[in-house]
């Protein structure tokens, strides 16, 4: 096969041969051959964008997430006796916020046609206003009011922040990025259960649970300020690169797909869009990642009141609830790190959705407390990783700028769903062991490790059928190189990740 190879075998990204031209369709990305990047320049600027970009993104991320779940901690801390309602009305607290953050899940195609700093700036602030407003609702209407507008808000920002990633970093670096953002989420977890212990051990002139919205709420207005003067809107116009590494970046751009970053964003394709919708590829991972949102939104709302029903007060369950979180923070990252270098994703989904299987098992099947408590640690071991994952695994197989976002859009809408099950699978009437929730969730997280094999088997398939395409077009004697544009978009050379 010449200096081609596909996905099948992990290999090194195929536009980094820089002591020569390795890969046949590098040499076509625009008919010169003159695309070859000084590894060690390449390296800083991959480095610069990580200090810069990644940081932002992801603290960002984590308030979004503590503003969203601290309601299950408020509800400890006494929100729903203070204010007069019970069990139905809490569950309809998390029922509402699911249902505009569905509806508003095609804002994630919004990073390609807003500029970046604009968007997060306007998404940051309404949310914050929203969070922190909760602490002055006197009734359930206003704290149901006040969830709807930080939905709309957080659906703008936190499902398309992977899409925003793959304009800057390629196929294989996206898996690690994926994952340290998306581990802000148990992250934020573990910071809820430890800043809701203090401040609801505490004695203050309000509400316990008002204090813990407002002292949440409010960082997310500084941070609106913050993702407007140093979110960047492309690589190559980043005002922290030099005008030397800025170059780098356009080239890295166009390794990627053809074209310059700044022009790839301001418009979609909607020709591409529709495309992508006919692909079994682009509707795979939405069911995968219903599967994955039964569980993943459950767990972090009711696990305070899951270890107080293990015989816990109410003041250490919160802080048991750290623990976990930390695990599954780390793992997101590790996991992320090893599906990049070995390019296996779909494998490391299959294992990770077992792991969160066994753990909720666990959680259905046994009274004893310390094994209940294991099968906490599995649970959130499993279930955020498995996400991490399954994002970046979307975009590394869709061909271009505007499939990827129509896959992320689409994977969004569909598996946003499963939040609607989650959120209502865990009423108080099933305490203390939950058995009918725990096993909903452990049945899906086994049917999401089913259906990571059937995609993964799909893609192996397919990239067989790009290989045999590629070597016909050689063998007729054509010159497919020129007209392959960017490693990442479909054509000669392209290779699904598995």
Same mark, same amino acid.
């Given at each position: 096969?010449g200096?081609?190879?596909?996905?099948?075998?992990?290999t090194?990204d195929?536009?980094?041969?820089?002591?020569?031209?390795? #890969?046949?369709?590098?040499?076509?990305?625009n008919?010169n051959g003159d695309?070859?990047?000084?590894?060690?320049?390449e390296?800083r600027?991959r480095?610069?964008?990580?200090?810069? $970009? /990644?940081p932002?993104?992801?603290?960002l991320y984590?308030?979004?997430?503590? #503003?969203?779940?601290n309601i299950?901690?408020?509800?400890?801390?006494?929100?729903s006796?203070d204010l007069?309602?019970?069990d139905e009305? %809490?569950q309809? $607290?998390l029922t509402?916020? %699911?249902i505009?953050y569905?509806v508003f899940?095609?804002?994630?195609?919004m990073?390609?046609?807003?500029?970046?700093?604009?968007?997060?700036?306007?998404?940051?602030?309404?949310?914050?206003?929203?969070?922190t407003?909760?602490?002055?609702?006197?009734?359930?209407s206003g704290l149901? @009011?006040c969830r709807?507008?930080l939905a709309v808000a957080?659906?703008g920002?936190?499902?398309?922040?992977?899409y925003?990633?793959?304009?800057? %970093?390629?196929r294989?670096?996206?898996?690690?990025?994926?994952?340290?953002f998306l581990?802000?989420a148990p992250?934020?977890?573990t910071f @809820?259960?430890a800043l809701a212990?203090?401040?609801t051990?505490?004695?203050p002139?309000?509400?316990n649970?008002?204090?813990?919205?407002?002292?949440?709420?409010?960082?997310s207005v500084i941070?609106?300020?913050?993702?407007?003067l %140093?979110?960047?809107?492309s690589?190559?116009?980043?005002k922290f690169l030099?005008e030397?590494e800025?170059?780098?970046?356009k080239?890295?751009?166009?390794?990627q797909t053809?074209?310059?970053?700044?022009?790839?964003?301001g418009?979609?394709?909607?020709?591409d869009?529709?495309l992508?919708?006919?692909d079994?590829?682009?509707? $795979?991972p939405?069911?995968m990642?219903f599967s994955c949102?039964?569980s993943?939104?459950?767990?972090?709302?009711?696990?305070?009141t899951i270890l107080q029903n293990?015989?816990?007060?109410?003041?250490?369950?919160?802080?048991?609830?750290a623990?976990p979180?930390?695990?599954s923070?780390?793992?997101?990252?590790l996991?992320?790190w090893?599906?990049d270098?070995t390019?296996q994703r779909g494998?490391m989904?299959i294992?990770?959705?077992? /792991?969160?299987g066994?753990?909720?098992?666990l959680?259905?099947?046994?009274?004893?407390?310390?094994v209940?408590?294991?099968g906490?640690? &599995?649970?959130?071991?499993g /279930?955020f990783?498995?996400?991490?994952? $399954?994002?970046?695994w979307?975009?590394?197989?869709q061909?271009?700028d505007?499939k990827r976002?129509?896959g992320i859009a689409?994977?969004n809408?569909?598996?946003?769903?499963?939040? &609607?099950?989650?959120t209502?699978?865990?009423?108080a009437?099933?305490?203390?062991f939950?058995?009918?929730?725990?096993?909903?969730c452990a049945?899906?997280?086994?049917?999401?490790a089913l259906?990571?094999?059937?995609l993964r088997t799909?893609?192996?398939?397919e990239?067989k059928?790009?290989?045999?395409?590629?070597?016909?077009a050689r063998q007729?004697?054509? #010159?497919?190189?020129?007209g392959a544009i960017g490693?990442e978009?479909?054509?000669?050379?392209?290779r699904n990740?598995?």
């Amino acid at each position: 096969m010449g200096g081609f190879k596909s996905d099948l075998e992990p290999t090194q990204d195929r536009y980094e041969g820089v002591d020569g031209l390795s #890969d046949e369709k590098q040499q076509g990305v625009n008919g010169n051959g003159d695309l070859r990047i000084d590894p060690a320049l390449e390296k800083r600027v991959r480095r610069k964008i990580d200090y810069h $970009l /990644v940081p932002l993104v992801m603290g960002l991320y984590l308030i979004s997430f503590l #503003d969203r779940s601290n309601i299950g901690n408020a509800e400890t801390a006494g929100m729903s006796k203070d204010l007069g309602f019970d069990d139905e009305h %809490y569950q309809w $607290l998390l029922t509402i916020f %699911y249902i505009p953050y569905i509806v508003f899940e095609w804002a994630a195609l919004m990073w390609k046609v807003v500029p970046p700093h604009i968007w997060a700036c306007c998404c940051v602030l309404v949310w914050a206003l929203a969070s922190t407003l909760q602490a002055a609702a006197y009734n359930w209407s206003g704290l149901m @009011a006040c969830r709807f507008f930080l939905a709309v808000a957080e659906a703008g920002y936190g499902p398309g922040v992977p899409y925003l990633l793959s304009f800057f %970093y390629k196929r294989h670096e996206l898996g690690l990025r994926c994952g340290i953002f998306l581990s802000a989420a148990p992250l934020a977890t573990t910071f @809820a259960g430890a800043l809701a212990y203090g401040i609801t051990s505490g004695h203050p002139a309000i509400a316990n649970w008002r204090l813990l919205f407002i002292v949440e709420g409010i960082p997310s207005v500084i941070l609106a300020v913050l993702a407007f003067l %140093y979110m960047p809107d492309s690589a190559d116009t980043a005002k922290f690169l030099t005008e030397k590494e800025r170059e780098v970046a356009k080239t890295r751009a166009i390794q990627q797909t053809g074209s310059e970053g700044a022009s790839r964003l301001g418009h979609v394709n909607f020709k591409d869009v529709l495309l992508s919708l006919k692909d079994i590829k682009t509707w $795979l991972p939405p069911l995968m990642y219903f599967s994955c949102n039964v569980s993943f939104s459950s767990l972090p709302v009711f696990l305070p009141t899951i270890l107080q029903n293990m015989g816990f007060t109410a003041i250490n369950a919160q802080g048991l609830s750290a623990p976990p979180y930390f695990l599954s923070f780390f793992m997101c990252i590790l996991t992320t790190w090893i599906s990049d270098k070995t390019r296996q994703r779909g494998l490391m989904i299959i294992g990770l959705s077992i /792991v969160a299987g066994v753990g909720y098992v666990l959680l259905a099947t046994c009274e004893s407390v310390g094994v209940r408590y294991f099968g906490v640690f &599995l649970a959130a071991a499993g /279930v955020f990783p498995a996400i991490s994952n $399954l994002l970046p695994w979307t975009m590394n197989n869709q061909g271009s700028d505007s499939k990827r976002g129509a896959g992320i859009a689409l994977l969004n809408i569909i598996g946003q769903c499963g939040p &609607l099950l989650g959120t209502r699978v865990f009423p108080a009437t099933d305490a203390p062991f939950y058995v009918k929730g725990m096993g909903i969730c452990a049945g899906f997280m086994f049917f999401n490790a089913l259906l990571a094999l059937a995609l993964r088997t799909y893609l192996a398939w397919e990239n067989k059928k790009f290989e045999k395409n590629d070597e016909a077009a050689r063998q007729a004697g054509t #010159d497919p190189i020129a007209g392959a544009i960017g490693l990442e978009n479909d054509g000669y050379g392209f290779r699904n990740f598995l």
